[in-house]
């Protein structure tokens, strides 16, 4: 009979690193019988009890002192809650109050139809990234949308605008009426409609068009239809 020292294989582990060498560090000088092995995960990774490293030793039972899934790195996740108004492109609203992602990850958020992010360049008003940080916080996710304002509506130069004359917010409507000596033709409204439909590429655009009233205004003519009359010139004094 011979005897022989106990050694603890920790082969799945070295493969682990070997594939996600992102992800940290292993490090042992043998897997004898009382030797001790090392991990260190590198920023953006931890553990399962949430800890940078640990070091487990090698027992009577060829086994080391903590099983792989307690010796390997993985992703820190970043939470932040549901946002009022926003929706995240190819990702489904999650079961719970909180989006969950995973360290490096970069999500694409827009703002629902007819709103815009509030406070931002106006190139892209209702698009903007979030990602997850090594330190498991979620950059970027904290906005706020608000309806998209159109300027003051300029179109018939024969109409009159009633409501409102300044800037409106969608989908509010202009009302207009003719002004004096001239009729309507087609209705009398115009909405506010945003630019800013569902993961529309940034770009210079504008943050939102006003339909126009298809109201016209044209000018009133008097008919000259008489029967059994004529028109003749009017004396003036």
Known sequence: TTCQRIVCNITSLLDYFAENPES????TRSTLLGDSVTVSCNAGFLLLSQQLQATAVCGPDCALSLDNDHL????????????????????????????SMEFREVWTGA??????????D????????????????????NQTCV??????YTGDPNAMFVYPSGPITFPNMVNVTCRQGYRATGTSSGACSP????????GN??????????????LVQCGTDFQNGYIGPQERD
Request: aromatic content about 10%.
């Open 24 to 27: 940290g560090t292993i490090s």
């Open 147 to 152: 309806p998209s304002v159109c300027p003051p």
């Open 111 to 120: 703002c629902d139809n007819g709103l815009v992010i509030d406070d931002v």
């Open 72 to 99: 390997k790195c993985r992703p820190v996740d970043c939470t932040f809650p549901i946002l009022k108004n926003i929706t995240f492109e190819g990702i489904p609203p999650p079961p719970t109050p909180l989006y």
């Open 122 to 141: 106006p190139t892209c008003p209702w698009r903007f990234n979030v990602t997850c940080m090594g330190q498991g916080v979620a950059d970027g996710f």
């Open 195 to 202: 630019t800013n439909f569902y993961f529309l590429g940034c």
């Open 205 to 218: 655009v504008e943050r939102c068009t006003m339909d126009p009233p298809s109201e016209t205004c044209e």
